[in-house]
């Protein structure tokens, strides 16, 4: 079946530092791949996309690429704010009437 | 405004009292799905629907039944809940069939049995 991979953390960065969350996916076929959000007491919110190799999702200062190569699709940016500070979900989804696949989420903890 | 809402928000309750969280999405999707959200487990599907009276179980099914009648509605009922089903639970919604195609997710339900 398909599979997530993400580090769980915390992952504690002070303001300004650069930030990089890997997360790794096992699928078969060309499954999209998304980045979401949870701030404090909320839901997920999706952060960026993306539908095909090489494409690059954005959003916030926020970059991921998707790379069939390495199976992978991490997240980057480069310069955190206390605001950032979430946990953040890779997820693919395989299209159709598959499910959504989420990994388990990494806690982000930004530091004045 | 598209979204997804949830009710209630907070819920303590007791062992074998039934209970139901509603759920509910305007825009129009055929896909809704319930999840729980627990430390170091991240979210497990518990039922999905992919339209009206169609429904099916996804990972963790045990305790838990739902229906849709509606669209816009997607219920998720506790009939006898038990300790090991406190947790954080969210109900989501997206468009069928594009794999492009975003989940909304509605703010969460945190229901405590004790």
Same mark, same amino acid.
């Given at each position: 079946g398909n599979s997530v991979t993400q580090m769980e953390g915390p992952v504690t960065l002070s303001e300004e530092a650069f930030l990089t969350i890997n997360c790794t996916y096992t699928a078969t076929g060309y499954p999209s791949l998304f980045w979401y959000v949870q701030y404090p007491g909320e839901g997920l919110q999706l952060l960026l996309k993306a539908t095909k190799a090489d494409d690059k999702g954005s959003n916030k200062g926020f970059e991921a690429t998707y790379r069939k190569e390495t199976t992978s699709f991490h997240l980057e940016k480069g310069s955190v704010q206390v605001s950032d500070s @979430?946990?953040?979900?890779? @997820?693919?989804?395989?299209?159709?009437?598959?499910k959504v696949t989420f990994g388990i989420g990494t806690k982000l903890q930004v530091i004045p | 405004?598209? &979204?997804?809402? &949830?009710?209630?928000?907070?819920? =303590?309750?007791?062992?074998?009292?039934?209970?139901?969280?509603?759920?509910?999405?305007?825009?129009?999707?055929?896909?809704?799905?319930?999840?729980?959200?627990?430390?170091?487990?991240?979210?497990?599907? =518990?039922?999905?629907?992919?339209?009206?009276?169609?429904?099916?179980?996804?990972?963790?099914?045990?305790?838990?039944?739902?229906?849709?009648?509606?669209?816009?509605?997607?219920?998720? =009922?506790?009939?006898?809940?038990?300790?090991? &089903?406190? +947790?954080?639970?969210?109900?989501?919604?997206?468009? &069928?069939?594009?794999? +492009?195609?975003e989940q909304y997710f509605g703010p969460g339900t945190r229901l405590t049995v004790t």
């Open positions: @979430a946990v953040y979900f890779c @997820a693919l989804n395989p299209g159709g009437y598959q | 405004e598209a &979204q997804v809402t &949830q009710n209630p928000r907070y819920l =303590i309750t007791v062992t074998g009292k039934k209970l139901t969280v509603t759920c509910s999405q305007n825009m129009n999707h055929e896909y809704m799905s319930w999840y729980r959200q627990d430390p170091g487990l991240g979210l497990r599907q =518990i039922y999905y629907s992919m339209n009206v009276e169609v429904t099916d179980k996804g990972d963790v099914p045990e305790g838990y039944k739902v229906s849709r009648k509606e669209k816009r509605n997607f219920p998720l =009922i506790l009939e006898s809940p038990s300790p090991n &089903q406190t +947790s954080l639970y969210f109900c989501a919604s997206r468009g &069928q069939g594009a794999y +492009s195609y």
